[in-house]
């Protein structure tokens, strides 16, 4: 249940990330009057719906067995039967789950509604920069910022993403290139604040089940 939780988990969180990209774009459009970005965002947006509808599919379609039986038959052994067991009670699982429209609905709106705080939070961070941008150059900045960062999840090794295209969209909505990485500093501090107490946190957890 837990994984295919968090697999639904994503998906929605992949739609979500969509539509807030499409908001972006049309805001940095319209406020940039950049129209010759309009067919590289469109050339993008078609990719991530493509993408998350093929990865949606495979999902019904119950691709969980079907990887299983590929590896039991690699295998040639009949240990392996317990794991298409497992793959099939997993797909069944994720299309309960889906099954459940008002908990995706949910799940879609609580995505867009920490999309919009984590706007909120780049819109402080340029009025303590100084800066008297408005909060549609907030949201352009953090919808753009958090595509980049799950696209480049998939390139290994690919460390100071953020940081270029802070900068690259920066000096697109007139923020100087030294005050962008200043904001996206900013932000890689706030995910320390977090995550280091969170692993500390944790590591005493599993102290407390050794012990």
């Known amino acids: 249940t837990a994984i295919a939780a968090v697999i639904v988990d994503v998906t929605i969180g992949i739609v979500a990330k969509v539509l807030c990209f ?9 406020a940039t009057g950049r129209t010759d970005f309009a067919r590289p965002l469109l050339v993008a947006v078609l990719t991530g719906v493509l993408a998350v509808t093929g990865f949606y599919a495979v999902q019904r379609a119950g691709i969980f067995k079907w990887s ?4 039991s038959r690699l295998a040639k052994s009949p240990q392996w039967d317990s794991l298409v067991h497992g793959g099939e009670a997993l797909d069944q699982t994720i299309r309960l789950l889906y099954a459940r429209r008002s908990g995706v609905v949910t799940c879609c709106f609580f995505w867009i509604v920490s999309w919009l705080i984590a706007s909120g939070e780049i819109w ?3 009025r303590a920069l100084g800066l008297r941008a408005n909060f549609t150059t907030a949201i352009i900045l953090e919808s753009t910022s958090l595509f980049v ?3 480049a999840f998939l390139v290994p090794g690919a460390v100071g993403v953020q940081e270029g295209g802070f900068i ?3 000096s697109l909505v007139g923020i100087p290139g030294d005050m ?6 900013l932000r890689r501090v706030r995910e320390l604040a977090l995550g280091i107490p969170g692993v500390i946190a944790w590591q005493f957890v599993e102290a407390e089940r050794l012990r």
Do not use: D, K, P
Not at 22 to 30: D, K, M, Y
Not at 180 to 185: P, R, T
């Open 22 to 30: 499409v908001t972006a774009g049309i805001l940095f459009v319209a």
């Open 68 to 71: 299983a039986m590929l590896a």
């Open 124 to 126: 402080i961070a340029l």
């Open 149 to 151: 960062r799950s696209a």
């Open 168 to 170: 690259l969209l920066g």
């Open 180 to 185: 962008a990485l200043a904001l996206s500093l």
